[in-house]
Nanobody
């Protein structure tokens, strides 16, 4: 399955933004989806994960309570709702697919999120 993140942009601190992760195939519904981000000069980090049916989610401590991951398997799309954005959330955001919630593949091009103070 091929995934592509979109929806990034330039926002101010405190604003909200919703990213989308669109899949090319209906098999999307069998995969978990992870959201990752990579800030300049830093390693790529896991933001959160949603299970194949949306029944389970996991969030990194840095975004817990501010970010929400959801999915609509009928639209082959997952979402990352980001609220109360902070300048430290500035990064390129990626989504990726997983079957075992340990290894991720099908990385698409990321989408840039820039939060100004």
């Amino acid at each position: 399955v091929q995934l592509q993140a979109s929806g990034g942009g330039l926002v101010q601190a405190g604003d909200s933004l919703r990213l989308s992760c669109a899949a090319s195939e209906r098999t999307f519904s069998t995969y978990g989806v992870g959201w990752f981000r990579q800030a300049p000069g830093k390693e790529r980090a896991l933001v959160g994960v949603i299970s194949w049916n949306g029944g389970s989610t996991y969030y990194a401590d840095s975004v817990k309570g501010r970010f929400t991951i959801s999915r609509d398997n009928a639209k082959n799309t997952a979402y990352l709702q980001m609220n109360s954005l902070k300048p430290e959330d500035t990064a390129v955001y990626y989504c990726a697919a997983t079957l075992d919630y340990a290894r991720y593949n099908s990385w698409g091009k990321g989408t840039q999120v820039t939060v100004s103070s």
